[in-house]
């Protein structure tokens, strides 16, 4: 059984089952495949729950509206008080206070449930803060805690650190989610983020903690330092242990879209062992490498999948670290480009999409120079 924290008077699985990234059935000409593939998914959650993971974390826009009706279905089979179920308002999307209650109403439909355990005011920012600051978010959560709808209330966070100075001291948070990971530690100064929560008093929530699956798939030279130190320990494993090292860590979300990834975290996080300082310095070691491989810092989030073109951008971005990663070659990646339906090319430079990347990706500039030079 996995491994679990204690938080107020409940006990928190360290690890999460993030339904972001959940298995899918078809590709879509959208980014953000809806067709969840229920069956494969069930699958994951059943697992999941069996061996005493208990969080599930999903958001009102996670494949493309489909994500919190599926995890409702999916846990309704098993007791209500034996798993947390988190989702997040969508402040962007609010064009009037009003706005709030509808989305909020829409998400108690959509999971089936009468209440959300942890409840956030999703990937906030300078911008997105003023918002709910304007519409009086919190005190709208508030009210909603007071009828038993809501039982605690928090932030997810893409912005910059005084950004967060000013979050942290405008309420009280139960608790925070934050990109945390090794490559992120320095990256995004997620060093930090963390230490400003736990000064704070505030739990974190780590979301990326393999920033969507790159730090599975490392560079050559770094995975032979790590396979030196640990053999049996998948590549994966490592960026799990590494957040679940810091003590303030209340659970690790993971966007797991196999029952072998699963299987991986759960073992990672079972009878979990912290990191030695050796292994601190390897993560540290394999983060200098993949930055010197000039990677674009896409997580593959899909945040950016409104484009009004339809460009397939995380595809794209993928498909170039790929090569940079030494993954393929480059020849192969021109091949692999070049069968993407829509390309590069087609960007008008709209920059819609860079409105809602939370990684700050300059998606255009991308689309217009650096991915057109680089593929030819």
């Known amino acids: 059984m996995v491994d679990r924290v204690k938080y107020k008077e409940h006990q928190v699985s360290r690890l999460g089952l993030g339904n972001m990234r959940l298995p899918c059935k078809t590709i879509l000409k959208r980014e ?31 494949h493309a509206g489909k994500s919190e009706k599926f995890i409702g279905q999916a846990l309704r089979k098993y007791p209500r008080d034996t798993y947390f179920l988190a989702d997040k308002l969508p402040i962007w999307l609010c064009k009037k206070p009003a706005d709030m209650e509808k989305i909020f109403q829409k998400q108690l439909d959509r999971t089936g449930i ?21 519409y009086g978010a919190y005190d709208f959560l508030l009210k909603k805690r007071e009828a038993g709808l809501i039982k605690n209330i928090g932030f997810s966070f893409h912005g910059t650190i005084q950004d967060l100075k000013e979050i942290i001291a405008a309420h009280h948070w139960d608790f925070a989610q934050i990109q945390m990971n090794y490559l992120d530690w320095k990256n995004q100064d997620a060093e ?82 912290p990191f030695t300082e050796t292994e601190y310095k390897i993560c540290e070691n394999t983060a200098a490498i ?4 000039d990677i674009i810092p896409c997580t593959g989030c ?21 090569v940079k990663n030494e993954e393929i070659t480059k020849e192969e990646g021109i091949e692999t480009y070049n069968k993407i339906d829509v390309r590069a090319d087609s960007c008008i430079n709209c920059k819609k999409c860079q409105n809602h990347c939370p990684q700050g990706i300059e998606i255009a500039g991308w689309m217009n120079d650096g991915i057109p030079n680089f593929f030819g």
């Open 114 to 134: 009468d209440c959300f355990d942890f409840y956030l005011l999703h990937s906030l920012d300078g911008k997105n803060f003023k918002k709910c600051e304007e």
């Open 192 to 273: 930090t983020q963390y230490q400003l929560l736990t000064d704070a008093g505030i739990p974190v929530i780590v979301m990326e903690p393999v920033r969507g699956g790159k730090l599975a798939d490392v560079p050559d030279e770094a995975e032979k330092i790590m396979k030196q130190h640990s053999p049996d320990a998948s590549i994966a494993s490592w960026a799990i242990r590494f957040v679940a090292s810091y003590p303030n860590v209340l659970t690790i979300l993971s966007g797991m879209n196999s029952t072998e990834q699963m299987k991986d975290n759960l073992n990672s996080l079972t009878n979990f062992v």
């Open 290 to 293: 993949i930055n010197n491989k």
């Open 302 to 322: 899909d945040y950016c999948a409104d484009c009004p073109q339809g460009v397939k951008i995380s595809t794209i971005f993928a498909t170039y670290n790929k």
């Open 32 to 62: 953000a495949n809806p067709l969840i593939d229920y069956d494969k998914a069930q699958e994951i959650v059943d697992l999941a729950y069996a061996n005493g993971v208990n969080y599930y974390d999903t958001a009102y826009m996670y």
